[in-house]
């Protein structure tokens, strides 16, 4: 039984069994009671011409990520890490073949055949066994592990990372994922009861090109009269709508932006939200983090060529220095919405910055809530009447969920009560959870182990 019904049965059980709490109840939290301590790491890194500093930013500061997994219980989780490009060529979803070619051989940002289509990269690193990295326990339980590699993890992955900037400029960042995890060339990536995490590193939104529309890239007058000029707002006016709702985007700042679900061009964003969860039949065991530029500011220049006719270029939303000189990058609409589809199982953090620490910090605290039983929050909860007892008093309930047929949900008391069963509390520390503000985790205590089939649903109240 998927924990997507039991997840329903949670949330009837949390609404019913406290009459303590009032108002709308957000999940904050779905613990499994047994985690595994596997987890496949595929990094989606954009390749298009500006990225080589934001690929060194990444690798430099990788490290960062692989101490935060390394700090729980346990030590560094069974890991495989791949790294894909968001170079899927002149292709669309379906088509048998790709588009035109887009820019002569050679010129970065072109867009040639399939592009890297989700093969995994591993640039300089020497691998044995596969395209990824793979380092797990060694079963004897003395802490010694089996890698595929020689010489240190970061160096490692900063090898793979490189990959360059000359991909295409049409970045499809969700089919290269989609395709990075069906690709038969990554086989043994994908481990059937591995958690899975998908860090996305661009400076521009995605633009995965839908069914049957490798026409996308064509560069003709009639082409460019019904789709616009052939250069990366194509993607914009076609892939994003904002209110108003004017495919020119004619406007200095849009609101509400979002992607365009019903473009005949550019794919919506659920599907590929759908396909990352079907993998795993389970959305606990999925997360998502994004290093890209924020969503807003949203605004469109018209810009003047050498003919009087005015060009729509998409504002950046952010800019900043770097040793290589100023950079930038644009409203990423698209893969906000995305990371935005996995609440509790996501982190976005802006690519506008020559230190990229605190992202990939971030990061790995997420990815180790896939693998720890006691995760941090990484939403604002509001606090309860403390005016009867002294505290922190988050307002949350938790429910046991038990895969039974039917699912069979337990309430589950405080531990600040005077219950001696199973308890759950929210409990401060900046030590595991240094990156949220509030810096609040769930623990679970227990009288006894809980069965495989276990997880913890922790609802509460958000602030406002």
Same mark, same amino acid.
């Given at each position: 039984m998927?924990?997507?019904?039991?997840? %329903?049965?949670a949330v009837l059980a949390a609404c019913g069994a406290h009459d303590i709490v009032v108002g709308d109840l957000a999940t904050v939290a779905d613990i499994p009671a047994r985690p595994t301590r596997d987890i496949d790491l595929l990094f989606v890194v954009d390749n298009s011409p500006s990225m080589a500093t934001k690929q060194r930013a990444l690798a430099a500061n990788f490290p960062l990520m692989v101490d935060a997994l390394s700090a729980t219980p346990g030590g560094l989780p069974d890991v495989h890490i791949g790294v894909v490009t968001s170079d899927m060529g002149a292709t669309s979803a379906n088509d048998a073949a790709p588009g035109p070619d887009v820019g002569? %051989?050679?010129?970065?940002?072109?867009?040639?055949?399939s592009g890297d289509n989700g093969a995994l990269q591993v640039g300089s690193a020497q691998l044995v066994g596969g395209p990824f990295i793979s380092d797990v326990d060694d079963g004897a339980g003395s802490g010694g592990r089996v890698r595929n590699y020689s010489g240190d993890l970061g160096d490692v992955f900063a090898q793979m990372a490189a990959v360059g900037e000359n991909g295409c400029g049409f970045e499809q960042h969700l089919r290269a994922m989609q395709a990075g995890l069906a690709n038969p060339a990554n086989a043994g990536f994908l481990r059937d009861d591995a958690d899975l995490a998908v860090v996305i590193v661009a400076d521009e939104d995605d633009c995965s090109v839908g069914s049957n529309d490798a026409t996308f890239f064509a560069d003709d007058p009639i082409t460019d009269a019904q789709l616009g000029r052939l250069d990366s707002y194509r993607c914009t006016q076609l892939? $994003? $709508?904002?209110? #108003?709702?004017?495919?020119?985007?004619?406007?200095?700042?849009?609101?509400?932006?979002?992607?365009? %679900?019903?473009s005949p061009y550019i794919?919506?964003?659920?599907?590929? $939200?759908?396909?990352?969860?079907?993998?795993?039949?389970? #959305?606990?065991? $999925?997360?998502? %983090?994004?290093?890209?530029?924020p969503a807003t500011p949203f605004g469109v220049d018209l810009e003047s060529a050498s003919d009087p006719t005015l060009i729509p270029t998409l504002e950046h939303s952010c800019t900043f220095d770097t040793p290589d000189g100023p950079a930038w990058a644009d409203p990423a609409v698209r893969l906000a919405a995305f990371a935005n589809s996995f609440p509790g199982r996501a982190t976005a953090t802006s690519i506008c910055s020559d230190d990229l620490s605190g992202a990939l910090s971030d990061i790995g605290g997420v990815a180790a809530d896939l693998v720890v039983g006691d995760p941090c929050l990484t939403t604002t909860v509001a606090l309860a009447d403390t005016s009867s007892a002294p505290g922190l008093q988050p307002a949350c309930v938790a429910s046991d969920v038990h895969a039974l047929n039917p699912p069979v949900a337990t309430d589950l008391p405080s531990c600040d009560s005077d219950a001696a069963t199973d308890c759950f509390a929210i409990v401060a520390d900046p030590t595991a959870c240094p990156g949220n503000p509030d810096h609040l985790r769930v623990q679970v205590r227990r009288s006894r182990p809980a069965s495989d089939d276990t997880f913890t649903h922790v609802q509460c109240q958000l602030a406002h």
């Amino acid at each position: 039984m998927s924990r997507t019904t039991l997840l %329903a049965v949670a949330v009837l059980a949390a609404c019913g069994a406290h009459d303590i709490v009032v108002g709308d109840l957000a999940t904050v939290a779905d613990i499994p009671a047994r985690p595994t301590r596997d987890i496949d790491l595929l990094f989606v890194v954009d390749n298009s011409p500006s990225m080589a500093t934001k690929q060194r930013a990444l690798a430099a500061n990788f490290p960062l990520m692989v101490d935060a997994l390394s700090a729980t219980p346990g030590g560094l989780p069974d890991v495989h890490i791949g790294v894909v490009t968001s170079d899927m060529g002149a292709t669309s979803a379906n088509d048998a073949a790709p588009g035109p070619d887009v820019g002569g %051989a050679g010129t970065p940002g072109g867009c040639f055949g399939s592009g890297d289509n989700g093969a995994l990269q591993v640039g300089s690193a020497q691998l044995v066994g596969g395209p990824f990295i793979s380092d797990v326990d060694d079963g004897a339980g003395s802490g010694g592990r089996v890698r595929n590699y020689s010489g240190d993890l970061g160096d490692v992955f900063a090898q793979m990372a490189a990959v360059g900037e000359n991909g295409c400029g049409f970045e499809q960042h969700l089919r290269a994922m989609q395709a990075g995890l069906a690709n038969p060339a990554n086989a043994g990536f994908l481990r059937d009861d591995a958690d899975l995490a998908v860090v996305i590193v661009a400076d521009e939104d995605d633009c995965s090109v839908g069914s049957n529309d490798a026409t996308f890239f064509a560069d003709d007058p009639i082409t460019d009269a019904q789709l616009g000029r052939l250069d990366s707002y194509r993607c914009t006016q076609l892939g $994003v $709508v904002c209110d #108003p709702d004017d495919p020119t985007h004619a406007h200095d700042h849009e609101q509400n932006c979002r992607p365009r %679900a019903d473009s005949p061009y550019i794919e919506d964003v659920q599907p590929f $939200v759908d396909s990352l969860v079907s993998l795993k039949g389970d #959305p606990a065991q $999925v997360m998502v %983090a994004t290093i890209v530029a924020p969503a807003t500011p949203f605004g469109v220049d018209l810009e003047s060529a050498s003919d009087p006719t005015l060009i729509p270029t998409l504002e950046h939303s952010c800019t900043f220095d770097t040793p290589d000189g100023p950079a930038w990058a644009d409203p990423a609409v698209r893969l906000a919405a995305f990371a935005n589809s996995f609440p509790g199982r996501a982190t976005a953090t802006s690519i506008c910055s020559d230190d990229l620490s605190g992202a990939l910090s971030d990061i790995g605290g997420v990815a180790a809530d896939l693998v720890v039983g006691d995760p941090c929050l990484t939403t604002t909860v509001a606090l309860a009447d403390t005016s009867s007892a002294p505290g922190l008093q988050p307002a949350c309930v938790a429910s046991d969920v038990h895969a039974l047929n039917p699912p069979v949900a337990t309430d589950l008391p405080s531990c600040d009560s005077d219950a001696a069963t199973d308890c759950f509390a929210i409990v401060a520390d900046p030590t595991a959870c240094p990156g949220n503000p509030d810096h609040l985790r769930v623990q679970v205590r227990r009288s006894r182990p809980a069965s495989d089939d276990t997880f913890t649903h922790v609802q509460c109240q958000l602030a406002h």
